[in-house]
């Protein structure tokens, strides 16, 4: 039990370095320097490393070690497309579970996004966003999609893409509404046009050379 929680706590670290910017694209990491700074095996580092290449955010490069990813729109892209299809079954399958309280969270939550949105306090606002979404995939009590979303959420659900506010509070409140009144094919749909919508955004500002990921931490 207690190696595992040494490789959660490590990974958890190493990935924020990297989604921070500590620790930038083409940096190399050393298995012994992470091991003796963290206070934790090597084993330890190199599962965890393992487990940020399976995520993207590091690569293995043969006889010369482990180095940072560059985290450029294309692969940020690619997890958006996996959220896409994920969190619309979330959102169809949460038509099922969701109760009344469960919906009034889900809506103190989106206000308080468009809330925070207007303060113009982006950190908070972004975490918060990430966490009514993961909320709505707990909602689906389904345990394969939960783990799913662990994995891509790392990328996918990190990085935030620049909309309207007022579209992204509008877009919450419909997605929120359908799981409300059990409309399973409006919830997925609404759910899945959300997350495309994001992903649209940062495809036409990196083909506009404009794009810079905004993390959430």
Same mark, same amino acid.
């Given at each position: 039990?207690?190696?595992?929680?040494?490789?959660?706590?490590?990974?958890?670290?190493?990935?924020?370095?990297? &989604?921070?910017?500590?620790?930038?694209?083409?940096?190399?990491?050393?298995?012994?320097?992470? +091991? !003796?700074?963290?206070?934790?095996?090597?084993? +330890?580092?190199?599962?965890? /490393?393992?487990?940020?290449?399976?995520?993207?955010?590091?690569?293995?490069?043969?006889? &010369?070690?482990?180095?940072? %990813?560059?985290?450029?729109? %294309? *692969?940020?892209?690619?997890?958006y497309r996996v959220r896409e299809v994920l969190e619309g079954l979330a959102a169809r399958l949460a038509c099922n579970h969701a109760g009344r309280a469960d919906i009034a969270e889900l809506r103190v939550m989106a206000n308080n996004i468009f809330k925070l949105a207007h303060e113009?306090?982006?950190?908070?606002?972004?975490? *918060? @966003? $990430?966490? *009514? #979404?993961? #909320?709505?995939?707990? *909602?689906?009590?389904?345990? =394969? /999609?939960? $783990?799913?979303?662990?994995?891509?959420?790392?990328?996918?659900?990190?990085?935030? +893409?620049? $909309?309207?506010?007022?579209?992204? #509070?509008?877009?919450?409140?419909?997605?929120?509404?359908?799981?409300?009144?059990? %409309?399973? @094919?409006? +919830?997925?749909?609404?759910?899945?046009? #959300?997350?495309?919508?994001? $992903?649209?955004? =940062?495809?036409?500002?990196? !083909?506009?050379?404009?794009?810079?990921? !905004?993390?959430?931490?």
């Open positions: 039990m207690k190696a595992r929680v040494a490789r959660h706590h490590v990974r958890e670290e190493i990935q924020r370095r990297i &989604l921070s910017g500590e620790s930038k694209p083409g940096e190399r990491l050393s298995q012994q320097s992470l +091991a !003796k700074e963290l206070g934790v095996a090597q084993g +330890a580092v190199r599962e965890s /490393l393992l487990e940020l290449q399976w995520l993207g955010l590091v690569e293995s490069v043969d006889h &010369l070690g482990v180095f940072v %990813s560059n985290l450029d729109a %294309s *692969l940020i892209c690619e997890a113009n306090k982006e950190e908070e606002m972004g975490s *918060l @966003d $990430r966490n *009514l #979404h993961f #909320h709505i995939i707990e *909602l689906s009590r389904n345990g =394969i /999609l939960l $783990r799913l979303a662990e994995t891509y959420r790392v990328v996918g659900m990190t990085v935030r +893409a620049s $909309r309207e506010p007022q579209i992204i #509070h509008e877009e919450h409140l419909k997605i929120i509404e359908a799981i409300e009144h059990n %409309s399973a @094919d409006e +919830a997925e749909r609404i759910a899945r046009q #959300h997350v495309a919508g994001a $992903r649209q955004r =940062i495809e036409d500002q990196a !083909k506009q050379g404009k794009f810079v990921p !905004k993390w959430v931490g």
